[in-house]
């Protein structure tokens, strides 16, 4: 007797990242050490290694979400959509995290 399809899928995440794929590539990554990282690669970096599924946050790079600001990027916090971040070009990383309550990057 095969399994019945599942309806669900489980993750560890404690939080959902939307970001804006069309403003990150109009300003051509922008974040990381050198500047050239998108920012949601560099959030998902931050993240740790191993299946997105498992990590503690998951982001997720959407299509245009109709802001379109000039030199930065939006940002939509899963547990707080009515209120969107407009993420400057250069902004540490690690000060986009702890704004949005993100778990510390696990020891590797």
């Not at 939080?15 to 560099?42: D, E, Q």
């Not at 778990?103 to 590797?108: E, I, L, S």
Request: with cysteine; hydrophobic share 30%.
């Amino acid at each position: 007797m095969s399994k019945p399809p599942r309806d669900s899928v489980r993750t560890e995440w404690s939080a959902a990242i939307l970001v804006c794929g069309k403003c990150s590539k109009k300003i051509g990554g922008g974040f990381g050490g050198k500047g050239k990282t998108s920012l949601a690669k560099a959030l998902r970096k931050r993240g740790g290694k191993g299946k997105k599924r498992k990590l503690p946050y998951g982001v997720i790079e959407t299509g245009c979400l109709g802001i379109c600001p000039r030199r930065a990027v939006v940002l939509v916090d899963g547990a707080e959509p009515g209120e969107w971040l407009l993420v400057r070009e250069g902004t540490p990383v690690e000060e986009v995290a702890e704004r949005l309550g993100l778990p510390a990057r696990p020891k590797d």
